[in-house]
C-alpha cells in the first residue's frame, strides 16, 4: 500500500512541474525552470512508487512453497494434503492472506500442531523446525 505521506510528497513534487504565473503571463510566464537534482529527485520519487505498487501484486512469500507443491503435483497427479513448514514460513503466508486479504482457514491437526490452508494444502506448524524450513509434501495415507 502506498502511504498518505508518499502521496502528499509525490503531490508536491509534481506541483513542482506544474506551470506557475498569472493565466494573463501565458504558459511559459514565470515559470522557474527544473534543476537537475530536482528532476532526478522526481524521477526516483516517481520510480519508488512503481517498485511499491509491483511489491503489492508479488507473491515472493509463498514462492518457495508453490514451488514444492508444483513439484508434487507433476509427480503425483495431484496437490498434497499436507506441508509442514518452520513460524518464518507460517508467518510469511499468514501475512500474504491478510496483505490481499484472502480469507484465511486455521486449525489443528490430530496432534494438536497448527494448520493454515494454503490453495488445497494445509501447511503444518513446526516450532521446533529450523527458520525458512519447507518439509517433503505428504498425503493423508
Not at 512469500?61 to 518452520?86: C, H, T
Amino acid at each position: 500500500m502506498i502511504d498518505r505521506r508518499q502521496v502528499l510528497t509525490m503531490g508536491g513534487l509534481l506541483g513542482a512541474l506544474a506551470p506557475g504565473g498569472s493565466p494573463e503571463e501565458g504558459v511559459g510566464g514565470g515559470v522557474a525552470q527544473l534543476s537537475d537534482r530536482s528532476a532526478q529527485d522526481v524521477i526516483s520519487a516517481i520510480k519508488a512508487i512503481g517498485d511499491r505498487i509491483s511489491a503489492q501484486q508479488s507473491f515472493a512469500e509463498i514462492v518457495p512453497i508453490r514451488k514444492s507443491q508444483e513439484s508434487f503435483l507433476r509427480a503425483n497427479g495431484k496437490f498434497p494434503d499436507y506441508m509442514d513448514v518452520a513460524l518464518d514460513i507460517w508467518t510469511n503466508v499468514y501475512d500474504w492472506h491478510v496483505r490481499l486479504q484472502q480469507p484465511l482457514v486455521l486449525g489443528r491437526d490430530a496432534t494438536g500442531r497448527y494448520t493454515m490452508m494454503l490453495g488445497f494444502t494445509a501447511l503444518v506448524l513446526r516450532h521446533d523446525a529450523a527458520p525458512n524450513f519447507i518439509g517433503i509434501p505428504y498425503d493423508n495415507r
